[in-house]
């Protein structure tokens, strides 16, 4: 019988993989059917919660392992305010590809220019910029991960930098946003031959751990 590198039958990691992608694709129709009505309740988030306690095998896949941590911070004192609501309801919008607030799928821009195929990213002595806005926290969370696995940041992307990450939150229309300027300066640098990577957010969150 063929064994993976952990010892396990192929066949059974195979099936164990398409079981989280069927997950991975119930939640997020768990997401659009939130966002259904345009509003975000206080019940339809404490359903979302105990969805993903109940299924925590997917709790380390995109974008189980975010949304989780971010309803576990929200629910902790057993109130969704209203400010909450707001970012909860945005935050679904944008991770589900359901158009946001302030927008319509007319209007999202060229797409990103990730650099492919994806890279592996380590940090230990590796230069990072980020831009736009994080999910997975504010952008002083998004800094000390990077700061707290030995890398280091720079505002701006220059020859040395070695990744540029993208906030997913806001980044379909990012030709028209204050961050598309950073993401314009990293391709112009890998244009010229510079060996920086453009990573999104999804792809940092996976070297995180």
Excluded at 84 to 112: A, C, F, R, W, Y
Aim: proline letters at 3%; a negative charge.
């Amino acid at each position: 019988m063929n064994l993976n590198a952990d010892g396990q039958p192929f066949n059974r990691c195979f099936n164990a993989a398409r079981l989280n992608d069927r997950k991975i694709d119930e939640l997020i129709g768990l997401c659009k059917g939130v966002l259904a009505d345009g509003e975000v309740t206080q019940f339809e988030v404490e359903f979302l919660q105990q969805w993903l306690r109940n299924n925590q095998d997917i709790s380390e896949h995109w974008p189980a392992n975010v949304l989780y941590q971010r309803i576990e911070e929200m629910l902790a004192d057993n109130v969704l305010d209203f400010e909450e609501q707001k970012e909860l309801l945005q935050t679904l919008m944008d991770l589900t590809g359901e158009p946001t607030i302030h927008s319509s799928v007319n209007s999202m821009s060229t797409s990103l220019p990730l650099t492919t195929p994806d890279p592996e990213i380590d940090f230990e002595g590796r230069i990072f910029c980020l831009t736009g806005k994080f999910v997975t926290g504010t952008r002083k969370q998004c800094e000390s991960l990077v700061l707290e696995r030995n890398g280091s940041l720079k505002k701006s992307p220059t020859k040395d930098t070695d990744f540029l990450v993208i906030g997913v939150i806001g980044s379909t229309d990012w030709i028209h946003s204050t961050h598309g300027r950073k993401i314009e300066r990293a391709v112009e640098l890998k244009e010229s031959g510079t060996d920086i990577a453009i990573v999104s957010e999804e792809r940092w969150v996976r070297f995180l751990a």
